[in-house]
């Protein structure tokens, strides 16, 4: 992230009199705020594909598809009532049985997959992102595969 800050050599006069000096100051944090954002966007893209082929795969109406996915925009609803109605057990048991399902322990990314949407929201809305470090966005690129297998193997 830059911001760009123009400054004269003096403040009153006309600011096409004297030459105008650019300074960008870089965000220390920006690309590790972009690599959080990027996985969550991921995860919503994972999860709005999941439930949509699912929606589909049991030939709901399109109508009715779009209303469902209309009435529950965030990812808390449709991780809580929408998940649970549309496969019929809670985003937790599917978890698990993805683990049994294929051994690997799916709970760490589900975890991480919620914790990187509250600092998420906490960026955009408050403009924090001081948990954003270095070793939090690597945890989130290291995790993008089993966050993709996680949702293809609860399918």
């Not at 709970?107 to 954003?132: D, I, Y």
């Amino acid at each position: 992230m830059v911001l760009l800050i123009v400054t004269t050599n003096a403040l009153k006069e006309d600011i096409t009199a004297r030459p105008v000096t650019w300074k960008a100051i870089y965000g220390f944090q920006g690309a590790d705020v972009g690599t959080v954002l990027y996985f969550c966007t991921l995860r919503e893209a994972l999860l709005n594909s999941f439930l949509l082929n699912n929606l589909r795969v049991r030939k709901i109406p399109e109508p009715l598809i779009r209303r469902l996915l209309n009435d529950n925009k965030l990812a808390s609803q449709k991780l809580g009532n929408l998940f649970a109605s549309v496969v019929g057990i809670k985003w937790k048991e599917a978890v698990n049985y993805a683990a049994q399902k294929v051994g690997i322990d799916y709970t760490p990314v589900s975890v991480l997959m919620q914790s990187a949407a509250e600092l998420r929201n906490e960026f955009l809305h408050s403009g924090k992102a001081w948990r954003c470090t270095r070793e939090y966005a690597t945890q989130c690129v290291d995790s993008m595969g089993e966050l993709l297998g996680l949702f293809v193997t609860a399918q």
